[in-house]
């Protein structure tokens, strides 16, 4: 009961459990849309990866591009004001697309379209969405809220690609991309209905936070740097399942959109398990455990493009799923412990654009390799490439660094023209 009460330990905080539940329902039907997106996209493009790869490429391309500055506006504006704005953008633009799909005249061009004004808003929302974390909950609930979200972020990704495939089947992509441009209102109302008062703010904001800053001060951080690189490798090589799996369901395996959810949801159950193993977390993570859990990530994607039916697929998604979630959530609490609270904003930013701005290029690749090799081959690239990478970090890590556990957030510091935190008490 006790190791059950900890796990849950963050949703004894109003405004974290206001969010947490507005972003599950959000979620889990943003990942219906996404099924459904692709979907069409396959279905415009006669099975086309190299189709999927821009799609996909288009959404993450303002990450590459923006997100520093979405961090800035984290660290200079009120974080629930920001995620207020993009929500309701987000759930606008879902409703023009779902509406333009049931009119019957959505071309590719108009989904490329919306992928690049999604992402535009994405490149804002999610620097701002994960530094709001903390303070919702401050910083000792900060690694098991962390692990929370990453747990409603994975029950979204199980129960949304499965029900997306059932009700595609059954009513078609338009009136699943509404029902999603409809579910961003719980977003804004888990929102709205926080009591801003109770939120654990910087001691200071600064008056006009500048990106360099925030890029001089990780450069002066070496336990950083690390898991930002590594980050960066693996989210390029092995973080294009988006694109992978629905081919490897249509052109490997011969199966519907029934079956790709399966293997969305498979890849989602084993991240949700990971999510839910990490809420005991209390303390930084270890250097060692972020690249162990990233050899493991490797391993397992590799093998799953050698799987021989869709069950092992399904077995081995679901083992992968948990290395990488396992992965991720070491490798973002290290460096967000590691940050002081003035520059979180802008820290993780450059996290997002690291482990996100390389999805353009990786998507590109990965529709290019798998239209040639297949999505097999493509798969097991990925694996080998992070492995190596991991092993190759491993080598360049003095053994006594790797080991160092450091627990608890620096000290705050003031950069130049920092003001005291103001926070809107309206609700």
Known sequence: MHTLKRTFDSLSVRNFRLFFLGQLLSVTCTWMMVIAQDWLVLELSGDSGTALGVVTALQFTPVLLLTLYGGRLADRHSKRRILVLA?????????????????????????????????????????????????????????????????????????????????????????????NACSYLAAVAGLALMRPAELHGPPSRPADPRIADGLRYVARHPDLILPLALVGVVGLAGFNFQLTLPLLAKTEFRTGSAAFGLLSSALAAGSLLASFATTARRGR??????????????????????????????????????????????????????????????????????????????????GWLAEHWGPRWTLSTGGLISLTATALTLTATPRGAALVQTTGTPEPVCEPGATPTREDHST
């Open 87 to 179: 929500n309701l953008t987000s759930g606008t633009l879902a409703l023009l697309l779902g509406l333009w799909v049931l009119l019957g005249e959505v071309r590719l061009w108009h989904i490329w379209l919306f992928a690049l004004a999604l992402g535009t808003v994405n490149s804002v929302e999610a620097p701002t969405r994960i530094s709001f974390v903390g303070e919702m909950v401050g910083s000792d609930l900060l690694p098991n809220a962390s692990a929370l979200s990453g747990a409603y972020f994975n029950a979204a990704r199980v129960a949304g690609p499965a029900a997306a495939g059932l009700l595609i089947a059954r009513l078609g992509v338009g009136p699943v991309i509404l029902i």
């Open 285 to 366: 993570p270890t250097a060692l455990v972020v690249t162990g859990s990233a050899l493991a990530f490797g391993a397992a994607e590799a093998l799953t493009g050698l799987a021989p039916t869709l069950p092992t697929a399904c077995l081995l998604l679901a083992l992968t799923g948990f290395a990488m979630m396992y992965f991720a959530q070491a490798a973002n609490h290290r460096v967000q412990l590691g940050s002081d609270p003035a520059y979180r904003g802008r820290v993780m930013a450059l996290y997002l654009l690291i482990l996100q701005g390389t999805t353009p290029l990786g998507a590109l690749l990965t």
